[in-house]
């Protein structure tokens, strides 16, 4: 049975490079020849950020989207992206293909300990731990993803386009102990 589950598809909207609301702030870089001070900008991407996602399941599936809590994008002086940080507010999952009751039962389904049990566990983050540069605004990320309290590394390709970065993320649910209705487990 398949147990991967498109969870988050990133879409952070971003403000136009020449007009960012900036900080700069002082980090180093390590070479293998020496210590290298650089400056990296970094920008608030809170307000126009959300994540889409789409849970799969054998009879069909379900979509709607999350809030950001806080979010921000790190760029060097290049203006490559080189890091940055994501806490989603696990509260707001809505999900947006249901109405009424419906709506209401998988939201609070979601919300349970069966999921992501959002009492204990009210924000997931994702951290951006590399940020490779490919070709045309392209890039390969590694990334620190915690769901439930629970961290694993992931992988995955992002683009930088018309200011806005996106990601379509594939995760497997059961390595954040996200069990319930997966044929790889006996749930009792």
């Known amino acids: 049975m398949k147990t991967t589950i498109r969870i988050f598809t990133l879409s952070f909207l971003l403000l136009s490079t020449v007009s960012f609301a900036c900080r700069t702030c002082g980090c180093s870089a ?3 020849k020496s210590k290298v001070e650089s400056s990296t900008k970094t920008s608030d ?3 126009k950020s959300k994540v889409k ?8 599936s379900h979509e709607g989207l999350i809030d950001i809590f806080d979010a921000y994008l790190e760029f060097n002086d290049d203006n490559k992206l080189v890091g940055g940080e994501v806490t989603i507010n696990m ?5 947006t293909d249901l109405e009424g ?3 209401n039962s998988i939201e609070g389904h979601l919300k349970s300990d069966d999921f992501f049990s959002v009492k204990k566990h009210p924000t997931s983050t994702l951290i951006i731990k590399k940020a490779k540069y490919l070709y045309n605004n392209n890039y390969e990320i590694v990334a620190d993803l915690t769901i439930k309290g629970i961290t694993n590394e992931i992988k995955f390709k992002t683009k930088l386009n018309d200011n806005i970065a996106s990601a379509d993320i594939v995760v497997d649910r ?8 997966s044929g790889s487990f006996l749930i009792t």
Do not use: H, L, P
């Open 30 to 32: 390590k070479s293998s």
């Open 101 to 103: 009751d419906a709506k």
């Open 45 to 47: 991407v809170t307000s």
């Open 53 to 60: 996602w789409v849970g799969e399941k054998v009879t069909g």
């Open 174 to 181: 059961t390595t954040f102990d996200i069990r319930y209705g």
């Open 91 to 95: 509260n707001t999952i809505n999900c």
